[in-house]
């Protein structure tokens, strides 16, 4: 699929604003300034722009505890989300959500899912009611290979191909489901391998490719889209921090980390490929990198001074509609 | 004094009373109570009312204990002259036998729809008898507003009872919410039942109702019967208008129901659920807001109905003295009309003096037509 | 109009009135048609408890649709679907069922608005039944609210009555929150009342005072108010009233009823057919010595079912649901 010119400068944004956004909140997380758990997805850019590169703002997707990047590629304001994971009044959730939560519904953004495999069922709701509603619109949801072991899961595997749903099930395999491996977690060893039983199609991407993402996830959404029903991704690759911060990862090879950042960085793979086929400069993607730097940074800034929810007032809101 | 012995049985007020409470009594065994007397207090799950004596005498036995809860047509004394053996009294307690079916809230009679005007109208249809008597009922109400009348006049006569557009089992659509309007539709649902010739009476806007019939179609209206009626004068209380309409919830509806009777201790729970029962059916307080905002704007009557009022109509005005929501004093708009005012009742006059107004209209009906 | 209709004509009537009424609302649920797949007729069950029966062919497939057997899937469809424009009404056919898909609800549906800062809108209707009396024993016989009122962001819908199960059905259809409605297996057949034809609904928290007395108040729930309705009708030849009062709704609960009649009646006891610990009975119990302590002229007893899980040997089943005669004796107790 050729990509134009502004798609591919547009990709290179999200999945730098991706990585500085998760970068900083490393860095922050450290200091002790953020609070709560937080999950990062540095590494696994390719995954969430590339097929988010393929939806719109009604189309839905929900994604996993690890859920920032989905949210940045989803079109969801960065600095809402910073404020977010500062807990501020005025972050995207009201500061009632933090990382593991976060959403926006405006951007079809259905939310972080801090439980595993709580995704997919939802996934289906929304597939069906855009096949109700005939808007032509599709669902993706995003699993890490820890949820693909659940019940509910295959459960939504099923029902979704039962019901002929305009649904994508990406599952995102970064060999880990917190510390243990996919390699011994998930019987038959590729996820893949399952969407036959289901009566679906099934690719396995390499995820530190953004353009292999991006091919296989367009193929998924017309199908989708044309009324043909679920597809499974498998997107493989790794992630460059631990499952989730604070984790020493131990659990992993020496050198393992260090490895995957110098070979497999998907933001190089991509500098490299598009400046090679003289697609983009080198230049340009500097100026993306330089103004994704100033965001961020101006996210924490504004973060720090913003306020935080009022305990007497915010604690007791949203929890219903009408009470 | 009557010769036969007199059996005083719990009364079925309203279509889904299946039983009611003895609540008290007000003579004792062996007491002369008179016709008309009020003799024992019975509650059923809408209201408590008062049973008056259908027949002069004493109060032979008193059946039913205080707090005894009895089925519809259950025994609940006897009367019957001093010269009745003692062994007749007993024998016809032990032979009483409650009415088969009455009890169960299946029997009965039941609530039929009729289409008029390109309207669905729901009714109650009871008794036979020749001219027979409409009842229209009033703001936010339905046809049960009748449940003390209808039982008794129907013993006399056919009596139909009406939803009036946007209450009860009717079509929600009530037009440009106008008094007129709503008499041109209740007149297209007498024409689809094919009466020709009938008794009116209203309650409050069913008055206001009535009277505009009787002025379009004069000569079918063997007599006009108006119960605390609207559209006699400007006055009317728009706090109560508003609040009713506005009312959602039981606290908000019993300071509305209070305000319609004399006695808020008439009140009760269910009565408020009843009222607050009509108006949850979708359709019904919108249908309420339409005919306040062009009938009661501002706490006036928009329409003076009685205007064309025909003489020849005979009339009867039933009023509570001390209706807090239209003034007794628009009783006197139709002269030559007869007049009865109860001084102690409120607006649900024909509901506290039910059995005295019953009395009233049915010998009205009677004299009339 | 009024009409005599059973618990379960009158849930059938609500679907098929909000069915109509609106075109975002559709149905799901195992075997709510049934017949799928199947080489006999279609509509075969109109689910387990023949409620949903005959909506399929008026509404078809794509507003009726019938699940394989996954309630976490459909569950959490039916959850995923609230938020993006439709209204879905699920079966849950048996509510102990809810042990294979909690999670749907518990932490996705029923937090949604506020995880998500109060952006979210999530109108489903989770129908379940409930209740033992069947003789299906532990798994199929629970009386499981407690747990879902305990969950913030949830509602907790208990009708008792054919009139109560068509409005508050009604009600929770068009409700922009997510609602957990509770049908008695008992009721579907026992309960019968006039039913006005037309549409209506029944508001939330908003008790019923199924009867008047001033001598002791009696809250129960669910199936429990006929039960309480035959004790207080025997405490009544004993020349005690009772207040009844049906709360409807168990989230929110209408508290100023219940305290107003307390406050009334100075005596209370609460009949519920969940079990004692961390139930309704115990919250209601909790709420009046709370906040109306000084009206008590008694203890308050509560009458539930024992701290075990259902048994199956009628003997023993009837054993654990509270009997008239249990709430008639409790009554007499705060009497004493």
Redesign the interface.
């Known amino acids: 699929m050729q990509l134009s010119r502004t798609a591919l400068l547009e990709a290179y944004r999200k999945m730098r604003t991706i990585r500085t956004f998760e970068d900083k909140v490393h860095d922050l997380f450290e200091t002790g300034e953020l609070p709560g758990f937080v999950h990062l997805y540095a590494g696994e850019e390719a995954s969430a722009v590339g097929v988010c590169a393929h939806l719109d703002d009604e189309d839905r997707i929900i994604s996993t505890h690890r859920g920032h990047g989905h949210c940045i590629a989803k079109g969801c304001d960065v600095e809402g989300m910073m404020l977010e994971l500062f807990g501020r009044r005025d972050g995207v959730c009201g500061g009632k959500g933090g990382s593991m939560h976060i959403a926006d519904l405006s951007k079809g953004m259905m939310g972080a899912n801090a439980i595993v495999g709580g995704g997919p069922p939802l996934a289906c709701g929304a597939a069906l009611a855009a096949k109700t509603l005939k808007t032509g619109k599709v669902a993706v949801t995003f699993t890490g290979d820890g949820g693909s072991n659940q019940g509910t899961t295959f459960e939504s595997l099923n029902l979704a191909s039962v019901w002929k749903l305009p649904l994508i099930f990406v599952f995102e395999n970064n060999g880990y489901a917190e510390s243990t491996g996919s390699g011994w977690s998930v019987a038959g060893g590729d996820i893949v391998r399952r969407a036959p039983a289901f009566n679906m199609p099934g690719v396995q991407v390499d995820g530190f490719d953004f353009f292999a993402v991006h091919e296989a996830a367009g193929e998924a959404v017309e199908r989708a889209r044309r009324g043909e029903g679920p597809t499974l991704l498998e997107i493989k690759f790794g992630r460059f921090y631990g499952h989730h911060e604070g984790d020493a990862q131990t659990y992993r090879a020496k050198g393992e980390v260090a490895k995957l950042k110098a070979e497999k960085d998907p933001l190089a793979g991509f500098r490299k490929r598009v400046t090679s086929a003289a697609l983009l400069t080198a230049a340009d993607l500097d100026a993306i990198d330089a103004e994704i730097e100033t965001l961020i940074e101006g996210s924490v800034a504004l973060a720090r001074k913003s306020p935080m929810p009022d305990p007497k007032v915010d604690l007791l809101t949203d929890v219903y509609i009408r009470y | 004094m009557s010769e036969k012995i007199a059996a005083i049985v719990m009364p079925k007020w309203g ?2 009373m299946e039983e009611g ?1 003895v609540v008290a009594w007000h003579a004792e065994e062996g007491a002369a109570v008179t016709e008309g007397q009020e003799v024992v207090d019975v509650e059923s ?1 809408k209201i408590a009312n008062a049973i008056e004596a259908k027949q002069g005498g004493l109060l032979r036995r008193r059946v039913a204990a ?4 009895l089925p519809v047509g259950g025994l609940l004394g006897v009367i019957a002259g001093a010269e009745v053996p003692e062994a007749d009294i007993d024998a016809f307690v032990k032979g009483y036998v409650t009415p088969a079916g009455e009890g169960g ?2 029997a009965g009679p ?2 039929a ?1 009729i289409e008029a005007g390109g309207r669905r109208f ?1 009714y109650l249809d009871q008794g036979a008898g020749e001219p027979p008597l409409v009842l229209i009922h009033g703001f936010g109400g339905d046809l049960g507003s009748w449940m003390f009348n209808q039982p008794a006049l129907a013993e006399a006569r056919r009596v139909i009872a009406i939803d009036l557009p946007g209450h ?2 009717s079509q ?1 659509d009530v037009g440009d919410g106008s008094v007129a309007g709503l008499a041109a539709a209740i007149g297209t649902a007498i024409d689809a039942l094919g009466l020709a010739r009938y008794h009116l009476a209203g309650h409050s806007l069913g008055g206001a109702v009535a009277l505009a019939i009787a002025g379009a179609r004069p000569q079918q209206v063997a007599s006009l019967v108006l119960v605390a009626s609207a559209g006699l004068g400007p006055e009317i209380d728009g706090g109560f208008i508003a609040d009713f309409t506005a009312a ?4 908000e509806m019993t300071g509305v129901a209070q305000m319609l009777f004399a006695d808020p201790a008439l009140v ?3 009565l408020v ?1 009843d009222m607050l ?1 009509i108006k ?4 019904v307080t919108e249908a309420m807001r339409r005919i306040a905002a062009r009938s009661f704007a501002q706490g006036r009557q928009a329409e003076d109905v009685a205007a064309p009022f025909p003489d020849a109509v005979p009339t009867l005005v039933i009023w509570g003295g001390k209706d807090r929501i239209v003034p007794a004093s628009h009783a006197d708009k139709i002269t030559g009309a007869r007049k009865e005012i109860f001084p102690a009742a409120g607006h649900m006059v024909h509901a506290e003096a039910y059995a005295e107004v019953n009395r009233l209209i049915g010998e009205f009906c009677a004299a009339n037509g | 109009m009024a009409r005599i209709l059973t618990y379960r004509e009158a849930l059938r009537e609500a679907l098929r009135q909000v069915l109509e009424e609106d075109p975002t609302v559709i149905v799901m649920g195992e075997d709510i048609a049934g017949g799928l797949g199947a080489p006999g007729e279609l509509d075969a069950w109109g689910g387990d408890m023949g409620v949903t029966k005959g909506l399929f062919g008026q509404f078809g497939p794509e507003r009726i649709l019938d699940t394989p057997i996954s309630e976490s899937a459909y569950i959490g469809a039916a959850v995923g679907a609230a938020t993006c424009g439709l209204r879905p009404i699920a079966e849950l056919m048996f509510v102990d069922f809810m042990g294979v898909c909690f999670d749907q609800l518990l932490n996705q549906g029923a937090k949604f608005r506020y995880m998500f800062g109060g952006k979210a809108k999530t109108p489903v209707v989770i129908r379940t039944q409930y209740g033992a009396g069947y003789r299906t024993a532990a798994q199929h016989s629970q009386s499981l609210y407690p747990l879902f009122a305990h969950v913030p962001g949830l509602k907790v819908v208990i009708p008792s009555t054919a009139y109560d199960a068509k409005g508050l059905l009604i009600s929770s259809v068009r409700d922009d929150d997510p609602v957990v409605f509770f049908e008695h297996k008992v009721l579907y057949d026992e309960a019968r009342d006039h039913v006005p034809e037309a549409p209506y609904a029944i508001p939330f928290g908003e008790a019923n005072f199924v009867r008047e007395g001033e001598d002791v108040t009696i809250v129960a729930i669910g199936r429990m108010v006929h039960v309480a309705k035959r004790a207080a009708d025997k405490l009544a030849q004993e020349k005690i009233e009772v207040e009844l009062i049906d709360p409807r709704t168990i989230s929110p609960l209408d508290e100023d009823s219940i305290l107003e009649s307390v406050e009334k009646t100075g005596r209370l006891v609460v009949v519920d057919e969940a079990h004692p610990r961390c139930g309704m009975a115990a919250d209601i119990a909790a709420l009046v010595a709370d906040k109306a302590f000084k009206s008590l002229k008694a203890p308050v007893k509560c009458v539930t079912a024992p701290h075990t899980p259902v048994p199956f040997s009628p003997v023993l089943e009837d054993a654990f649901i509270p009997s008239d005669m249990a709430v008639a004796a409790a009554a007499r107790t705060v009497m004493a």
């Open positions: 279509m889904a409470t799950p205080l707090g005894d809860v809230a299946a039941s609530v729809s729901a009860g089992g929600k959602e919830r039981r606290k009760t729970r269910k659920e029962r949850r059916i979708d359709g």
